[in-house]
């Protein structure tokens, strides 16, 4: 029996923001933490890597590079 596992390239990845400081404004709209809006916290597990970037880009905080998030894979 054979099992294929999808395995993604590992030059699409595109880390998550997250900072492990989650807490919500006051209205509940995004993350005090990362500033990431709530909808982007939400869908960022099906967003594609250009709609993760663009969330980077509106964040105005560069992409870090691979050796800072290649364990967390």
């Known amino acids: 029996m054979v099992i ?3 395995v993604p390239d ?3 990845y595109v880390p998550s923001p997250c900072i492990r400081r989650c807490d919500l404004d006051r209205k509940r709209q995004y ?3 990362c500033k990431r809006l709530l909808e ?3 869908r960022w597990g099906t ?3 250009g709609e ?3 969330v980077w880009a509106r964040l ?3 992409i870090p590079p691979p050796d800072e998030w290649r364990d967390r894979i």
Do not use: F, H, K, N
């Open 31 to 33: 993350c005090l933490g």
């Open 52 to 54: 993760r970037r663009a």
């Open 47 to 49: 967003m594609t890597p």
């Open 60 to 62: 105005g905080r560069p």
């Open 4 to 6: 294929q596992v999808s």
């Open 10 to 12: 590992p030059d699409d």
């Open 40 to 42: 982007e916290i939400m």
